[in-house]
């Protein structure tokens, strides 16, 4: 769908890298040159018309966010520069200065480096346990195995709504409940999961969520941080300086400003912000149901494809995002990716930053294809005609 | 042989790939960026001589094989030959001039050295025997 909207897709490439991150259509390349031409000065710091007009439009992104994710305030929606500055904020700012020695943080062993490690720090620093929950053999995290992992002890789960590895869907809204029920908090990662379906956090009920600007046709260096606003009310700002200021004295004597501009502080991503809002106006033109339900069609049939070949080991047949990790047989990921880059086919090799593959499946890297919106059948047709001959791959793999 | 079955011929038959828990080795682990490639080298030194190296890891085929043709190479020479013999293959790689006859099967990859992100996999084991000479230098 929309190929014609992306420049890269004019050239003789097959991108199947989006997980790592996405595409720029040419309205949010547009929308970035605008800023740098048009009105390049700094957000909120002017009086003179070109600052209200950068005001305006970086605002507007905040509308846009807070629509698309159906938050409640616009004060819920910061921005960060990515997701894995947001998981920091809310592990350092919000969570650290809440847990006791002896309180349990509840992952998966699928989860990101970015949402494991920001927690590791807790354990030398508290005292807070961290703790897996475990996955099924499908490696796919049920409700039944929440139920059993949490305890008294437990105050947050945080988990990726779609992990960048196996790509299942986690059934966010169930776990919130139950997590509720017995007062814990949910932390979102939603780094694969807001570019591919609609994310409604008030029907999901999560606590925080956070996600990256540039895995959904947006620009590098930004991403949002969305909490409860009676919670992130509580999130101490970790970065401090010029915009997130009343005003300040002596070191007793200093004065935040409200949300959300407490927890941005300096000159954040202005055109990197702008850029995002038109990300988001075009993601709701083509619809993210109907972006998820041609992702999910377009993944069984490459599925479809790649179970008969005897030479690929599917690590995750069934999953309903646009993930397909494989492994060739004796054949080393990066070498597989290798090949395929001689036929202009972009796909990663590699653990992808989580340590799934290694403490569960019992392989250590992976060749990880994954789709978006603008993949095309045909382009699955000539990745599978490449893969069909394992001769081939040996041959040309160096 | 051309340079793509001496490659093919170290990756599917490398030398010396055993785990080595002997005390007399030197123990080095070498990885690249991306954290894909992982090797470990086990160097045995005689005074000035490399007298062994064996290897085990999980990589792509240019950093075996290359892991494997450095050991055929560098076992028996001195800690400066050793070193020489990395200086000419780094030169290789960089696309600079470099002496063929002190390389010999290192040759291999002077093509599959400009393939961007290839380099680095050729490199691989030069950067961890080179880290293990220079700290048994030391
Ligand atoms: C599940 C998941 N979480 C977090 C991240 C980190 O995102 P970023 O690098 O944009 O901060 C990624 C990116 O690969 C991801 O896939």
Redesign the interface.
């Known amino acids: 769908m929309n190929r014609e909207d992306f420049p890269l897709l004019k050239e003789d490439i097959i991108y199947f890298d989006n997980g790592a991150t996405s595409l720029k259509p040419v309205c949010v390349i547009d929308k970035i040159k605008e800023y740098y031409t048009k009105y390049p000065v700094n957000a909120h710091r002017g009086d003179y018309d070109l600052a209200y007009k950068v005001d305006q439009e970086y605002e507007n992104t905040r509308e846009l966010v807070k629509e698309f994710i159906n938050a409640r305030d616009l004060e819920e929606i910061v921005f960060t520069s990515g997701t894995t500055e947001a998981l920091n904020m809310i592990v350092e700012g919000f969570f650290a200065p809440l847990l006791e020695p002896g309180d349990e943080v509840l992952l998966t062993m699928s989860e990101h480096a970015s949402n494991v490690l920001p927690w590791f720090r807790l354990p030398k620093k508290k005292g807070v346990l961290v703790n897996y929950i475990p996955l099924d053999s499908n490696y796919y995290l049920t409700i039944d195995n929440v139920k059993k992992m949490i305890s008294p002890k437990t105050k947050v789960i945080s988990i990726a709504g779609i992990t960048n590895v196996i790509g299942d869907i986690r059934p966010i809204k169930e776990i919130c409940k139950l997590a509720h029920e017995n007062n814990i908090f949910v932390c979102l990662d939603g780094a694969q999961m807001v570019p591919h379906m609609k994310v409604d956090v008030t029907d999901l009920d999560v606590d925080f969520l956070a996600f990256s600007a540039h895995k959904m046709c947006g620009p590098t260096g930004v991403g949002v941080l969305y909490g409860k606003r009676e919670l992130l009310e509580h999130l101490e700002p970790t970065i401090l300086g010029g915009g997130m200021n009343e005003s300040f004295d002596t070191p007793d004597e200093i004065y935040l400003k409200e949300l959300p501009a407490r927890l941005e502080a300096g000159t954040r991503n202005i055109a990197g912000v702008i850029g995002f809002g038109e990300a988001i106006k075009y993601l709701n033109a083509m619809g993210m149901d109907k972006i998820h339900k041609y992702e999910i069609d377009l993944r069984k049939y490459l599925i479809d494809k790649l179970i008969p070949l005897k030479h690929i080991d599917i690590i995750n047949i069934e999953s309903d995002s646009g993930i397909v990790t494989f492994n060739v047989t004796d054949v080393?990921?990066?070498?597989v990716a290798?090949y395929l880059n001689k036929y202009n086919i972009c796909v990663r090799?590699?653990?992808h930053c989580a340590k799934i593959l290694k403490s569960s499946v019992g392989v250590?890297?992976t060749v990880r294809i994954s789709l978006y919106f603008y993949n095309t059948y045909e382009e699955i047709d000539d990745l599978v005609e490449l893969l069909s001959d394992y001769q081939k791959i040996v041959k040309e793999?160096? | 042989m051309n340079d793509r079955e001496i490659i093919m011929e170290h990756y599917q038959h490398p030398l010396n790939r055993k785990k080595n828990d002997d005390p007399m080795y030197l123990h080095v682990n070498t990885r690249n960026e991306s954290c894909i490639d992982n090797i470990d080298l086990y160097v045995k030194f005689n005074d000035n001589i490399i007298e062994d190296i064996t290897f085990m890891g999980e990589a792509c085929a240019i950093s075996i094989s290359a892991t494997s043709i450095m050991i055929k190479n560098l076992i028996g020479k001195t800690c400066e030959e050793a070193l020489n013999y990395i200086r000419e293959f780094y030169k290789m790689t960089n696309g600079e001039e470099f002496n063929e006859n002190i390389l010999k099967e290192g040759c291999a990859y002077s093509d599959v050295a400009r393939q961007g992100h290839r380099k680095t996999c050729a490199n691989l084991p030069f950067k961890g025997i080179e880290k293990a000479i220079l700290s048994h230098l030391r």
């Open positions: 080393f990921s990066q070498d290798y090799a590699g653990n250590n890297n793999m160096i």
